[in-house]
């Protein structure tokens, strides 16, 4: 397109004019600045070449089909998701209201993530009314217009002096934490080779595509695969990203030896302790904090919404890193940050937990009970040294059929954990007990699931071993430290 720009009696020259002249001088359709200032009283007029004839095809008339097709495409693969309308209630948790299609009805939850019912506690119910009375609701803006409030200030404290690092800074979500986290980390470090888990999650994968750097991938928690790859990379920068407690399996990293191996080759670490923070460590730091290996990370990313009850991502490190991301990502940089009351409750929640092991105890406690449980009532549970406890169904339409089951008949929420979150085969039901569950409750529980699996004919674990011996971690779980 050629442009032919002229002034209205301005003396000045129009900037881009005086670029498009001095660059395109050759060009006989540009004017040069001196006829332009000559020319001031005409008006700015825009000149464009014909446009070229463009065929185009004629616009489908049902746009909605294309979308009913890819969702009957996840039908007909059993893959299509249908959520269940719950109604937490504040103060019974983990009580909540189904609005079934009969109307509303009590369940029991036992799949949330809201891990330890931080989410209800009274001192960060008050932390989130008591701000967003004084604050309003919003942030704002982003961060960089006005949405830096003191509450996120104090949260971004609290949270590096958890982690013992120089500083921390909040995301949204731990979802955006990972992505553009690692994504910016990773650009900034000149021809940076990133080595990854093969079972990181999708918010890792996806911070690890938008780098757009080389990376690598070793076997899940394989450190032979990760050494022969580091060794591989030669001198070149690298930076090793894993998670510290795997959500669907349950299982852990062998991070101190991880550790070892990025100290050895010279490589940065990225951990995510999303389903560590608050119930690991004698502060509730996580896996790494409990291992006494924190300070040997360089990047420790977590959220604020599953263990600590609230909202948002973060990550901590140190203070040029940091400042480096806040600076420089996009995730962070062009969204609204948390509301002020987001951001106070999750401060209350994180200084609670610092200081009480009473949730974590309780946690432990009430998820050896469910094993104990689920071991002699011989159901197929995935040995795990976590607070995560699946039990195997193996097919999606009857790990479905098992979770409607568990609701309709039994009043118990578990929702049906399939493909692509696991492998297909390997679908399952992903129980997770926290303090507020009762012996009462792990009682019903058990009684549920075995009146499931008998009703439905799903196979038992058929291990005739005493309880004992089966809570040993098994196979892929023994790199727990
Ligand atoms: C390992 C892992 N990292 C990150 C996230 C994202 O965290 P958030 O739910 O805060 O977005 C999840 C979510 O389940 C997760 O499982």
Redesign the pocket.
């Known amino acids: 397109m050629v442009l032919e720009r002229q002034c209205h009696g301005n003396t000045q020259l129009p900037r881009c004019w005086a670029k498009l002249t001095e660059t395109d001088g050759a060009d006989s359709r540009c004017e040069t600045a001196a006829a332009l200032l000559a020319r001031r009283s005409a008006p700015l007029r825009v000149v464009k070449p014909a446009p070229e004839p463009i065929w185009k095809a004629p616009a489908p008339k049902n746009y909605t089909g294309y979308f009913d097709a890819a969702v009957a495409r996840l039908k007909a693969e059993r893959r299509y998701r249908s959520f269940v309308d719950l109604e937490r209630m504040a103060g019974s948790f983990p009580s909540a209201i189904w609005h079934s299609p009969q109307g509303p009805r009590e369940v029991t939850v036992w799949c949330s993530n809201d891990y330890l019912g931080m989410g209800q506690h009274p001192a960060v119910v008050e932390a989130m009314t008591r701000a967003a009375a004084r604050h309003g609701t919003g942030a704002g803006g982003t961060r960089n217009i006005s949405g830096t409030s003191h509450p996120i200030v104090e949260l971004e404290a609290e949270l590096a002096d958890l982690h013992g690092e120089e500083a921390a800074l909040v995301f949204t979500?731990?979802?955006v934490s990972?992505q553009t986290g690692i994504s910016t980390l990773a650009k900034l470090i000149p021809n940076c080779l990133i080595l990854s888990d093969a079972l990181n999650?999708n918010?890792m994968i996806e911070g690890v595509r938008q780098s757009g750097c080389d990376k690598v991938v070793f076997s899940h928690n394989d450190l032979a695969h990760l050494e022969e790859l580091l060794q591989a990379a030669g001198e070149r920068p690298k930076l090793i990203v894993f998670?510290s407690v795997y959500?669907m399996d349950g299982d852990v990293a062998p991070i101190r030896q991880i550790c070892d191996l990025a100290e050895r080759y010279g490589a940065m670490t990225y951990i995510?302790e999303?389903?560590a923070v608050g119930m690991y460590g004698p502060r509730g730091a996580g896996l790494a904090e409990r291992l006494g290996v924190m300070h040997r990370i360089d990047v420790i990313e977590g959220?604020l919404?599953k263990a600590f009850g609230v909202m948002g991502?973060y990550i901590a490190g140190a203070a040029s890193v940091i400042d480096a991301v806040r600076s420089y990502a996009p995730g962070f940089i062009f969204s609204t940050a948390l509301p002020p009351s987001v951001a106070a409750a999750a401060t209350a929640s994180v200084r609670h937990l610092k200081t009480s092991p009473a949730e974590r105890q309780g946690q432990q406690c009430q998820v050896a009970q469910v094993k104990d449980a689920l071991i002699r009532a011989d159901l197929p549970m995935l040995a795990t040294p976590t607070h995560i406890v699946p039990v195997m169904v193996g097919d999606a339409e009857a790990c479905k059929a098992a979770s409607d089951r568990l609701l309709e008949k039994h009043g118990i929420y578990i929702q049906p954990i399939n493909y692509p979150t696991v492998p297909r085969g390997t679908e399952r039901l992903r129980i997770t007990p926290g303090p507020l569950h009762t012996g009462a409750h792990i009682e019903a529980l058990t009684q549920a699931l075995v009146e499931t699996w008998k009703a439905l004919d799903l196979p038992f674990s058929g291990l005739a071993l005493e309880p004992q011996e089966r809570m040993q971690p098994a196979g892929k779980m023994r790199h727990s430290q």
């Open positions: 979500s731990g979802y990972n999650h918010s998670e959500s995510d999303v389903h959220t919404g991502g």
